[in-house]
């Protein structure tokens, strides 16, 4: 079984920063790529950025120069930093694994979810 585990959400002034960050565990054989989508209120999930194992990263265009993804491959975690926020970024945000595991083959996994809000 694979967990994918998120933390660092909360509320944020416009203009402030939030780093989120994402662990996967369990019994993982190989890792591949991983990311970070968001939700907002009655919108579909959208992809905010993602990483492959090798470091290429791919960026949504709304958050292109704000946001940075980093992975560290040796503990399975990758981070977001969110820089220049906007009340626009406000969303549930959720990171996804694609991993191989022990018994499983290669699936896609989720976390739960963490809840971003910028406002005055």
């Known amino acids: 079984q694979v967990q994918v585990v998120e933390s660092g959400g909360g509320l944020v002034q416009p203009g402030g920063s939030l780093r989120l960050s994402c662990a996967a565990s369990g019994s993982i054989f190989s890792m591949y790529a991983m990311g970070w989508y968001r939700q907002a209120l009655g919108l579909q999930r959208e992809l905010v950025a993602a990483?492959?194992?090798?470091?290429?990263?791919n960026y949504a265009d709304s958050v292109k120069g704000r946001f940075t993804i980093s992975r560290d491959n040796a503990k399975n975690t990758i981070s977001l930093q969110m820089n220049s926020l906007n009340p626009e970024d406000t969303a549930v945000y959720y990171c996804?694994?694609?991993?191989?595991?022990?018994?499983?083959?290669?699936?896609?996994?989720w976390g739960q979810g963490t809840q971003v809000t910028v406002s005055s």
């Open positions: 990483i492959t194992s090798g470091g290429r990263t």
């Open positions: 996804n694994a694609d991993v191989e595991s022990y018994g499983r083959g290669r699936n896609i996994y």
